[in-house]
């Protein structure tokens, strides 16, 4: 399984992008990046996947440069509610089943009024 | 859909006790996960079902812990005996079978103390 780095910490402002970037040097051919958001005490939540390119959902972009070997996660105008946990993942999605992902230390994001 | 359920929420229990945890997956979903998260280990898988089969269970930490999924709609997590470097929250997790969608829907957790 590809391992990612990302940083420990991030502080921000209300209203600012917030941009996490994730390294995954050993990405595979067949894998697809994945972030998803914890906020305390509560189960992590899916928030964008993609695996080239860039992708947009109503909560994040997430751009992905022709390499692969890393992606960040682009947060727009973040508001005190998205101080969270963010994790990268990488996994396998065509093998025909599921094959389990694995959650490193992932992001602390702090929003400061 | 009321999204993933686990019972207990909390879980305050003395060493050597028997623990049981319980989930109830999103309906139709063919994935099951359970989770522990501590500070010092972060969030690690410990087993996953398929069709209520069990696939994987090699995070299992040792016998002591075991996981069961009778049907389509239950799984539980027991820990027999029960000790107190297995406090932590445990998550369950559902997943669709769906080539695009490894999605991950998890629960609120239960948060267990061994005292």
């Known amino acids: 399984l590809a391992k990612t780095t990302q940083p420990i910490s991030m502080d921000s402002y209300e209203g600012q992008e917030v941009n996490i970037t994730c390294s995954h040097n050993?990405?595979?051919?067949?894998?697809?990046i994945t972030w998803y958001q914890q906020f305390p005490s509560q189960g992590p939540r899916f928030i964008i996947q993609?695996?080239?390119t860039k992708v947009t959902n109503e909560v994040a972009s997430l751009f992905i440069p022709a390499d692969r070997k890393s992606s960040t996660l682009s947060l727009p105008r973040v508001s005190l509610s998205d101080t969270a946990v963010y994790y990268c993942?990488?996994?396998?999605?065509?093998?025909?089943?599921?094959?389990?992902?694995?959650f490193g230390a992932g992001t602390r994001l702090a929003v400061h009024p | 859909d009321a999204g993933v359920i686990q019972s207990p929420r909390h879980e305050v229990t003395e060493m050597g006790q028997e623990v049981t945890l319980r989930c109830k997956p999103i309906?139709?979903?063919?994935?099951l996960f359970w989770y522990r998260q501590t500070m010092m280990r972060g969030l690690e898988l410990l087993i996953y079902f398929n069709n209520n089969v069990p696939i994987d269970d090699s995070g299992m930490p040792e016998d002591r812990f075991s996981a069961k999924m009778p049907n389509a709609s239950f799984s539980t997590l027991k820990i027999q005996p029960s000790e107190p470097r297995d406090s932590a929250v445990y998550f369950c997790a559902s997943s669709p079978d769906s080539l695009k969608g490894n999605e991950q829907f998890f629960g609120p957790g239960t948060r267990l103390t061994v005292l």
């Open positions: 993942l990488v996994g396998d999605m065509e093998s025909g089943g599921y094959n389990k992902l694995i």
């Open positions: 993609g695996y080239k």
């Open positions: 309906s139709g979903h063919d994935y």
């Open positions: 050993n990405i595979a051919t067949n894998d697809y």
